[in-house]
């Protein structure tokens, strides 16, 4: 057959069809967007269509232009929802600036290099711990038994919640970012699937978010009651121009932070021990040469992105690539296409742990919404993988890893790993 049969054409791409997604990134479609559509057309069955954009340069010019390209105007999921709707759900992750600026003013210095570094020691005796019970056993799913446990602890200790809510905020968490997952939000509540418009006023249309508010409406009362050395403290004392945040907002605050923190540090060390294990060369090089670890957890972050995109909305009309955005329109970025963007990164495709430069779109960059949380995931990521090299050269694949359902999140189910 010739080789141009297969390859994929325009009319093919679909980036809303998530049961391609459950099989893999359409990497294929990706590249063919890149080279002839980079402004592309996507009709969507349940909405109104987006322009997707997919070359690096461009995700990075959207990122950074907050007044033409909106996270506030229509929110930064890709559903359609009412302006009341994107009200009720608007955390700090869906303003512009200003307000953007004096709600992340707030919790800045939690997050800054020196406030994070002092949790190297206590995120270290945790991996210890987790890995070497866990690696005593000859199989074992690598999601459930380590990254799942480590992020929520941390954010645990940051937030000042009880260790053991852990199990339960990671639940919640599964079921709002897995809302196009049966298996993590539950059949009758399949965001694509289900009429789940009663729930459109709630973050990802979740349920779960509700007992996400219930949840930190009492450990803000709590706070209010007994402040402490913590993030929801400093939440509940805040001063926005004179107002301290309302309870909605404090809540819709909360959530943003134990959501950010958690499944995308999860999802980044088992998307980082998959790629390590089925490029065994690069993980032989990692484990003889330790030094490489810094590079290693770029590369890990660009190869795959916890995130696929986020959501923007074009405030005019914008012309380019001889293409016209209008005013009002949804806009896709695309951080796993610019990843692989080969004017950026030479040999894109080749996962190279010790690829330097590396200005990876995973965090995104350049725009006021920058993660928050970078420093914090480049380090637990790092000292995971030095807490991981004793084990790395004797853990092999024991079977194909369960994908998420979703087009925006990079999500591994379970990634059974056999211990040599
Ligand atoms: C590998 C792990 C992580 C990845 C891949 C990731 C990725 C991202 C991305 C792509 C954005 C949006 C960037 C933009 O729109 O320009 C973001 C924002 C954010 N992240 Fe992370 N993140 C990670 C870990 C964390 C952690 C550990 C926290 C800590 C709580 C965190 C908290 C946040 C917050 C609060 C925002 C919103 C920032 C804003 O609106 O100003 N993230 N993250």
């Keep these: 057959m010739p080789v141009k049969a297969t390859l994929p054409e325009l009319r093919d791409v679909d980036l ?74 608007k955390s700090m992750l869906d303003t512009d600036p200003p307000r953007h600026t004096r709600l992340r003013d707030i919790v800045n210095k939690g997050f800054t290099p020196r406030a994070v570094n002092a ?41 000042g ?45 979740s349920p779960a978010a509700l007992e996400m508010f219930e949840y930190s409406q009492k450990l803000g009362d709590e706070r209010r009651r007994e402040p402490r050395d913590d993030i929801t403290t400093k939440l509940i004392e805040a001063d926005v121009d004179g107002d301290r945040l309302s309870v909605h907002e404090f ?13 995308t540090t999860r999802h980044a060390m088992s998307n980082g021990l998959q790629a390590l294990l089925e490029h065994s060369a690069e993980r032989d090089r990692l484990v003889a040469e330790p030094a490489l670890i810094p590079t290693a957890v770029d590369e890990i972050l660009r190869w795959a992105p916890s995130l696929h995109h986020f959501r923007r909305t074009a405030t005019r009309d914008v012309e380019l690539h001889g293409g016209t955005i209008h005013a009002g329109d949804k806009v896709v970025l695309w951080y796993v296409s610019g990843n692989r963007d080969e004017t950026q990164f030479p040999a894109a495709f080749r996962f190279d742990v010790g690829r330097a430069p590396n200005k ?29 090299e004793p084990y790395l050269g004797r853990l092999e694949l024991a079977g194909s890893p369960a994908r998420l359902r979703s087009n925006f999140f990079h999500g591994i189910k379970a990634l059974p790993v056999r211990v040599r």
């Design 251 to 263: 809540n819709l605050f909360f959530l943003l932070l134990v959501t950010a923190g958690n499944e």
């Design 161 to 205: 919640t009880p260790l053991d809510d852990r199990r339960y905020l990671i639940d919640l968490g599964n079921r709002m970012l897995g809302n196009t997952d049966p298996d993590h939000a539950g059949e009758e509540f399949v965001a694509d699937r289900a009429d789940l418009a009663r729930y459109a006023h709630l973050p990802f249309s």
């Design 16 to 89: 809303t069809d998530l049961e391609v997604w459950v099989e893999g990134v359409p990497h294929d479609w990706f590249t063919l967007l890149r080279n002839e559509a980079p402004v592309f057309w996507q009709d969507e069955v349940r909405g109104r269509g987006f322009w997707s954009l997919t070359r690096y340069d461009d995700v990075v010019a959207a990122s950074k232009d907050y007044e033409t390209f909106s996270s506030e105007t229509g929110g930064t999921s890709l559903m359609d929802l009412t302006p009341e709707q994107i009200e009720s759900r």
């Design 119 to 159: 949790y190297e020691d206590r995120i270290r005796a945790l991996f210890r711990e987790i890995m070497s019970q866990a690696f005593e056993r000859s199989e074992l799913d690598f999601v459930e038994e380590v990254a799942t446990e480590l992020p929520m602890r941390i954010l645990c200790e940051l937030m």
């Design 360 to 388: 990876h779109l995973a965090f995104g960059m350049g725009g006021p919404h920058f993660c928050l949380g970078a420093h914090f995931a480049r380090l637990e990521l790092r000292v995971w993988l030095e807490e991981l």
